[in-house]
């Protein structure tokens, strides 16, 4: 019997403009999914500017066997497709069952929406709301080429939730799918301290709504927390970009490790083993997300439940959407840490347990990417 030929997904992403280990768990664990669930999966920036970034895409996509599965095209000064030809992507786009606009960060083009198929997926929700409340025209233009609306946050439009819900535009929620099987661990954690991946000081991105300021930089909320190592004997661990020497310094006072994420870059594997070597997660959120309780739960932080480590976030609202109190903990007071902790400490083979079981129960690709092609009506790959 001679098979159908499976359905294509594109995936829009932006991996070569943050080049570091987050962004491509983030963006490989879409591509794999759907590729696991019976689609021919493609990964494709239509805003290319280099060269030297195209090679290095191409060693990204060669590590996780997608590289004849990619396209790179760079239309800023001479134009030139990587990847494949610019004729092959061009019928690509006309094929495509659906085409992903990964945080919504390709300008959609007539060439990506002709077909009708293009879905934005907001991983940063509270921005482009506001946009929308504000009436700014060119967030309008912007997503009005797309078919459907998929956002991380997964508190829009239920009570308690201040980010304003888009009059014209229906945003369902949804989350950083995961491959559990690429967190699996031949034992338990190598070090005592939990730990984290992140950025200090992004003082940029701020935005207003109806009268107040909210940050985009999570170093305002670990000021908040900034003595929690001196409150308990469980070590904790920061590994650190966009910091200066003196904001090393008073965390070291106040007890906090500090490693450099340089070290893990844009080596998928170094970041997938710091994870697997932690003992749990210990993290903020942005002032964004946490004030406006937007329901968000960061990709990273999805990574460390699959691979059986405790997560302990700040309360952004997650609990609409997963169970809290085993493997995974919200906290908004620093009593709420202190108890995390020691519940964590005190049978940590069972929380350990607990952050696998909810990975495979609410963030596996299976349930993720399933719930989503649902969603679009899609019933077959």
Known sequence: MTMKPSKKIIVLGMITRHPVAGMIWLTVQYLLGFQRLGYDVYYVEPQGSSAESAAWLERVMRQFGLEHRWAYDIIHGEPRCYGMSKTSLTELYREAAWIFNLHGSTKPTPELYATGRLVYIGTDPVEIEINLWDGEDWATKYLEPHCAFFTWGENLGRPG????????????????????????????????????????????RTVEFQGETYHWSKHYEFLKFVDLPRRTAQPFELALSSYKPEDRRMLEANGWRITEASRLGDNAYAYRDYILGSRGEFTVAKDQYVRMKTGWLSDRSVCYLAAGRPVINQDSGFACAFPTGEGLFAFSTMEDILTAVDKINSDYARHARAARELARTYLSYEVVLGHMLAELGETRG
């Open 161 to 204: 939730c201040r980010v304003p819900v888009p009059r014209d535009f229906h945003f369902k929620p949804t989350h950083q799918p995961a491959i559990l099987d690429l967190w699996d661990s031949d034992g338990g954690p190598s070090s005592d301290a939990m730990t984290t991946i992140g950025n200090w000081a992004q003082p940029y």
